[in-house]
């Protein structure tokens, strides 16, 4: 993978200057700050910190705010613990935990019991391991006071407010992201939906609560294109430690309609192999026993076709523009072929362009001219078929941006492919054989559209819009698509001006961070988390990010499942995110369209999705 990350989550703190807090003022930094990036490494996770670990006010506090981090029953009991008994006995806590992000350091002055942190909420965090964002931005303050045990040594909160806190670092230490699958309503694909799991969760007991999780249903967000199980479905009993290289789950008969009963066992079998893809025997097998029924033995890996991102390759076809035509870059696969589904004589005075590859047809759609003479033209290809034919998008205005293929189907019509663009701000999609334009609406987001990408499951969707990150789900309606109303994300960023997801579980978002540098890092769908690419790019503001995202198939367990594959670009230029910004020049590319003048540099790099 791109690169592995420490095994402690990295903590930084805030520089204070221009915080109006004088040198001599007598406050005192406590604690680590915001974070700066998470980890996912060993499954073991690090040992639950008490109120006499440490007598530290800083880590005291930081403890304090990771221990409603795990069982998520005694969550109140092991944060009273860190409390005096009479701050216990006043502490009536709504049930469920607060995720927060520290912004800056917690501060104490000297000599004061009290320690004020500021925090910005990214969401709460249910028993089922989903994290709901909030609807609306909230930031705040909070205050909690410090006293000293009877031994004059330890410390106690004597006061505190009425709700459960845990810090974003804590949940990357004590929860490890996992995946389960829902099937879309169309039945022709899995949905990923990702959960926080504790990391001290038993091996043995993961299918139990995988199972449970997958009962009770998709995440709110995905749940008007995600099918739910059949009402009734229960587990019988738990689910047994792996024996013979086993896995048995017994579920109620309710579970597969008598209806459509051999489909729906197909989709059912591969919706839990999915779900516990790597935690199945590789020469193993799944044994699913429904109501009393006879056991069905699942062997093999032909459940991976279920999930689209299952498709994707390890090193992926890479493209850019250069000299208004497409050009392949050096060093990748087939980097000396010709441009799939583009005829040779359609590639000229190109601005933005997007292929993608699906069940053996290949989807293309190129943005060509400027001003009052851009055109948005399109096509599909069966591989081996006869040459391309470009076909022009109609009803569209000036000002087009870069286009998205986004459900390109299972290639039974295949000129049903739905493709989207954003055209000054607002939103489109078009067809793969071309004709009119349909507008689509997009409600509860702040300012026009900078960027939409959606994820190779064809429905979730992330959007750049006002300088603020959203997630929504695309579904089909009538003859074109419908987007729900989008959930505001709060990543670590000031102004998001780019996205493309990155992985299932990961949105690669470019944008000004603290300080108002420019920087390019991955959050993880919910916003939650963070992995740093590149932190700080200056003031070259990022106008467009395009990732490869990462195939979920045999990740290890020291993989975040984000991409290995990003690039940008700036109003100058096209970049590669690698561990430096490296930028792409004419030398990269396979074969270069002939000579260009000196300041024609490549611009609009993609990938072959």
Not at 596 to 603: D, R, T, Y
């Amino acid at each position: 993978m791109r690169r592995s990350l420490p095994a402690v989550v990295a903590v930084t703190a805030v520089v204070l200057a221009g915080c109006g807090i004088p040198d001599e003022s007598g406050v005192t930094v406590v604690g680590p700050g915001q974070s700066t990036g998470i980890t996912t490494g060993s499954e073991d996770p690090p040992a639950q910190a008490t109120r006499t670990t440490t007598s530290d006010r800083g880590q005291f506090v930081a403890n304090y705010l990771a221990a409603a981090a795990g069982d998520y029953d005694g969550a109140t009991e092991r944060v009273k613990e860190f409390m005096s008994p009479d701050a216990a006995d006043r502490f009536k806590p709504v049930a469920i935990p607060r995720v927060i992000r520290l912004i800056g350091t917690p501060l104490f002055s000297s000599g004061q019991a009290e320690v004020a942190f500021n925090y910005e909420l990214i969401g709460t965090l249910g028993k089922n391991g989903l994290l709901e964002p909030p609807k609306d931005p909230v930031r705040g303050k909070y205050e909690i006071k410090l006293g000293t045990a009877e031994d004059g040594i330890s410390l106690y909160v004597t006061e505190a407010p009425p709700v459960l806190l845990i810090t974003d670092t804590a949940l990357a230490s004590r929860y490890t992201q996992r995946t389960i699958y829902f099937w879309n309503t169309e039945h022709t694909g899995l949905i990923p939906d990702v959960r926080y799991m504790l990391r001290e969760v038993p091996i043995e007991q993961v299918p139990t609560t995988v199972l449970g999780w997958l009962i009770e249903g998709p995440a709110p967000w995905l749940r008007s294109v995600a099918d739910v199980l059949p009402q009734g479905t229960t587990l019988l009993g738990k689910i047994p430690a792996i024996d013979n290289d086993t896995l048995a789950i017994n579920l109620s008969a309710q579970a597969v309609p008598t209806e459509g009963a051999e489909e729906a066992l197909n989709r059912l079998r591969r919706q839990i192999q999915w779900s516990l893809q790597s935690l199945l025997p590789e020469k193993g097998s799944l044994a699913l026993k429904i109501g009393h029924q006879e056991t069905q033995n699942y062997y093999g890996t032909d459940f991976l076709t279920s999930n689209a991102a299952f498709r994707l390759e390890s090193r992926p076809e890479r493209f850019a523009v250069y000299g208004g035509k497409i050009v392949r870059l050096s060093e990748t696969p087939r980097a000396v072929q010709a441009i799939p589904g583009i005829p040779p004589q359609a590639n000229k005075d190109v601005r933005t362009a997007a292929l993608s590859a699906s069940a053996g047809q290949t989807f293309a759609a190129l943005v060509t001219g400027s001003g009052h003479n851009q055109t948005l033209r399109v096509g599909v290809t069966t591989n081996g078929g006869g040459e391309p034919v470009l076909r022009e998008v109609t009803g569209l205005p000036e000002g087009l941006g870069y286009p998205h293929w986004a459900m390109t189907g299972n290639g039974n019509r295949p000129e049903d492919a739905i493709g989207l663009i954003i055209v000054n701000g607002g939103l489109y999609s078009f067809r793969a054989d071309g004709g009119p334009a349909r507008a689509v609406p997009v409600s509860g987001v702040s300012g026009g559209l900078t960027a939409i990408t959606v994820a190779p499951d064809g429905h979730r969707v992330a959007i750049a819009a006002g300088g603020r990150l959203y997630r929504a789900v695309l579904a089909l309606s009538g003859d074109g698509v419908s987007l729900s109303e989008p959930e505001l994300l709060r990543p670590p960023l000031q102004k998001v001006t780019a996205a493309d997801f990155s992985g299932e579980g990961w949105i690669t978002v470019a944008g000004v961070g603290g300080g108002g540098r420019v920087t390019v890092l991955d959050v993880t769908i919910d916003g939650a988390l963070q992995d740093p690419r590149l932190p700080d790019l200056g003031d070259d503001a990022v106008t467009y990010v395009t990732a490869y995202p990462a195939n979920p198939v045999n990740q290890s367990s020291t993989e975040l499942g984000n991409a290995d594959y990003v690039s940008y670009t700036t109003a100058d230029a096209a970049w590669d995110a690698l561990s430096t910004a490296v930028r792409i020049d004419p030398d990269d590319l396979a074969e270069p369209p002939g000579d260009q003048p000196a300041n024609i540099v490549p611009s609009a790099p993609f990938f072959l999705n």
